[in-house]
């Protein structure tokens, strides 16, 4: 099992709510990424991080945001939800950007 | 963008069988991975071969990879019903990050 976590696993909220999603590894990688993947179907890639206070958005356009302040520490926020915001969020981190990446479980957000 | 594309969509094999998929790609890359996800869960990394390579071996698994064709096959052998899961390749093609297939799902039946 990789090092790395997310909270919440399950989330349920309404419309117009702040969320944050963490996100956290032991491994002390400085690459981590946010990927959205509906289900049954391709992993999205929506930010990427090289290390601290470093943050990129990624091929997917996405309404959330991500901060980097510290290494084993990645949170994703929805500052207001959607129910197009519906989807399974996993997290991953790596060594380099070519090497292996390890994911959370992930959170799965439903949007009402 | 996704690079990689993986071929069957969905597979259904009985326990003791084996399964193969296959995954096209459209650049030159450095390396190519293979993941499997459980419903629900995360990805967890099977095996990594790398483009000097031809085929890589782990347990009951079987990788190949053919850089002049692009593309790659990942073969499990005598297969079981925890096998059932989706399976990814994913490419590093030099950029800032991999790019993952679209997946193919296996159902293995008892």
């Known amino acids: 099992e990789a090092d790395i976590y997310q909270t919440p696993r399950y989330l349920v909220i309404g419309t117009g709510k702040k969320i944050t999603l963490e996100c956290s590894q032991t491994?002390?990688?400085?690459?981590m990424y946010w990927y959205q993947q509906d289900p049954g179907m391709e992993l999205h890639l929506i930010h990427y991080?090289?290390?601290?206070?470093?943050?990129e958005k990624g091929d997917l356009s996405s309404e959330s945001t991500v901060s980097r302040i510290r290494t084993e520490h990645f949170p994703l926020t929805l500052e207001s939800a959607r129910p197009s915001h519906t989807s399974q969020y996993l997290c991953?981190?790596?060594?380099?950007?070519?090497?292996?990446?390890?994911f959370g479980p992930g959170t799965r957000l439903l949007v009402l | 963008s996704q690079q990689g594309e993986e071929d069957p969509q969905a597979l259904s094999i009985q326990e003791g069988e084996n399964a193969t998929m296959n995954c096209s790609y459209k650049?030159?890359?450095?390396?190519l991975q293979w993941y499997r996800q459980n419903s629900g869960r995360g990805l967890v990394h099977l095996i990594l071969?790398?483009?000097?390579?031809r085929e890589k071996h782990s347990g009951r698994l079987r990788v190949t990879l053919d850089t002049s064709k692009k593309s790659s096959s990942l073969l499990i052998t005598a297969s079981r019903a925890a096998d059932t899961a989706s399976y990814f390749c994913?490419?590093?093609?030099?950029?800032?990050?991999?790019?993952f297939g679209k997946g193919t799902s296996l159902l293995v039946t008892p």
């Open positions: 650049t030159s890359i450095n390396n």
């Open positions: 991953a981190s790596s060594e380099t950007l070519s090497e292996t990446q390890y």
């Open positions: 991080s090289y290390g601290v206070n470093s943050t």
């Open positions: 994913a490419t590093d093609a030099g950029g800032y990050a991999l790019n």
């Open positions: 491994m002390g990688h400085d690459k």
């Open positions: 071969i790398r483009s000097n390579e």
